[in-house]
Nanobody, 115 residues
Framework: QVQFVESGGDLVQPGGSLRLSCAAS????????MAWYRQAPGKQREFVAA???????NYANSVKDRFTISRDNAKNMMYLQMNSLKPEDTAVYYC?????????WGQGTQVTVSS
């Protein structure tokens, strides 16, 4: 079993920054791949960024060069640093990891970008 708790979502003005955190239950060394997804109102959940145990990363084109994903395996944490935020980044952001043949999700944290 894997459980995630996201935090750090907030209301921020366009151009601002936020750092999301994802706390995992148990060691995340077993999670070869961890990711952030987001879901905007009325839209499907979409991939944002992913990171492997070794630190290799991948980003959606829409966030490349603005967002940075990282993980601290010793603290069982994953992060998403979001800079130059745009109104279209408004969404609920979710932690995700595949493990043991199934997908695990957190409950999400709301990010709202608005003036």
């Amino acid at each position: 079993q894997v459980q995630f708790v996201e935090s750090g979502g907030d209301l921020v003005q366009p151009g601002g920054s936020l750092r999301l955190s994802c706390a995992a239950s148990g060691s995340i060394f077993r999670l070869e791949l961890m990711a952030w997804y987001r879901q905007a109102p009325g839209k499907q959940r979409e991939f944002v960024a992913a990171i492997t145990t070794g630190g290799a990363t991948n980003y959606a084109n829409s966030v490349k060069d603005r967002f940075t994903i990282s993980r601290d395996n010793a603290k069982n944490m994953m992060y998403l640093q979001m800079n130059s935020l745009k109104p279209e980044d408004t969404a609920v952001y979710y932690c995700n990891a595949p493990w043991g043949g199934r997908e695990y999700w957190g409950q999400g944290t709301q990010v709202t970008v608005s003036s």
